[in-house]
């Protein structure tokens, strides 16, 4: 893989950084103030779904990191190597984490969907979840794969 390449995705990944950080510092607490002062019997439901999405934050930026990781391993001609796999198993522990929570919370997205007549935040809510299990099981073959092909190269590297 070139260079470049590698480069735009590193960007990519980083600008993906920057819209979330932004998100959960501006928009996400002025949500939170204006559903309060507008609507206070939603209060309830918005403040543990809020707080699902700050905690996803966590795992969502160690991901990211473990992705740049990864484009760096290509980078430096290491991409088939036990690190490029454990940054692999790290992205998917932390989709699965996501996803999980989420799957938790969405008994709130239901109930505030519900009682605001508004099916789209439903949606959202199953959209983050299975954005993250598509990830998690991407992340899943791709260690796998990764996982052959460097058995599979170790093998040739002991055949004469």
């Not at 430096?76 to 992205?91: D, G, P, Q, T, Y």
């Not at 519900?114 to 954005?131: E, H, R, S, V």
């Not at 598509?134 to 599979?152: C, G, H, K, M």
């Amino acid at each position: 893989m070139k260079r470049g390449s590698t480069l735009f995705l590193k960007i990519v990944v980083l600008l993906m950084g920057i819209a979330i950080l932004a998100a959960c510092v501006i928009p996400l607490p002025l949500l939170a103030t204006e559903v309060s002062k507008r609507a206070p019997e939603f209060t309830k439901l918005l403040y543990p779904i809020l707080m699902t999405v700050y905690i996803t934050v966590i795992p969502f930026f160690i991901g990211l990191y473990q992705a740049i990781k990864v484009l760096t391993f290509i980078d430096k001609k290491v991409a088939f190597s036990e690190r490029s796999v454990h940054s692999l198993k790290w992205i998917k522990y932390c989709a699965i984490i996501i996803s999980s929570l989420y799957v938790l919370c969405l008994p709130l997205f239901y109930f505030l969907a519900d009682k605001t007549d508004a099916p789209g935040i439903m949606i959202i809510g199953l959209i983050l979840t299975f954005a993250s299990i598509v990830i998690a099981t991407f992340a899943a073959v791709l260690q796998r794969l990764l996982q052959e092909a460097i058995s599979i190269k170790s093998e040739n590297d002991l055949t004469v």
